[in-house]
């Protein structure tokens, strides 16, 4: 079972930026994890991706919402996987979890939440106007 740590949520005013950090536990590399995806949970609303990576090329995907003012990354020395938000608006406010789609290299189907097997437990960003 893979575990995934998110990191780096908090409250920022309209216009800040942040960046969230999620990692698989010790025993496992992103890279056998292939496509790698932040999701979004805003109150009384679905969850929603918003960025992808697929680990074994480096090819980003974006939702249409945070296109040009979120960006993903991946470090290969910190096993880890960013995703920095700039230009951060209230509508950013959300639980924002990390997933894990071992099977399918971000294909066609990456913004859906039932594609993905493993989630972080998720960590909040609050963005005030």
């Known amino acids: 079972q893979v575990q995934l740590v998110e990191s780096g949520g908090g409250s920022v005013q309209a216009g800040g930026s942040l960046r969230l950090s999620c990692a698989p536990d010790a025993s496992d590399s992103f890279y056998s994890l292939n496509c790698i995806g932040w999701f979004r949970q805003r109150p009384g609303k679905e969850r929603e991706g918003v960025a992808a990576?697929?680990?074994?090329?480096?090819?980003?995907y974006y939702a249409d919402s945070v296109k040009g003012r979120f960006t993903i990354t991946q470090d290969s020395t910190e096993n880890t996987v960013y995703l920095q938000m700039d230009s951060l608006t209230p509508e950013d406010s959300a639980m924002y979890y990390c997933a894990a789609d071992p099977l399918r290299g971000c294909s066609a189907t990456r913004w859906v939440v039932s594609e993905y097997g493993y989630w972080g437990r998720g960590t909040q960003v609050t963005v005030s106007s």
């Open positions: 990576v697929y680990t074994g090329g480096g090819s980003t």
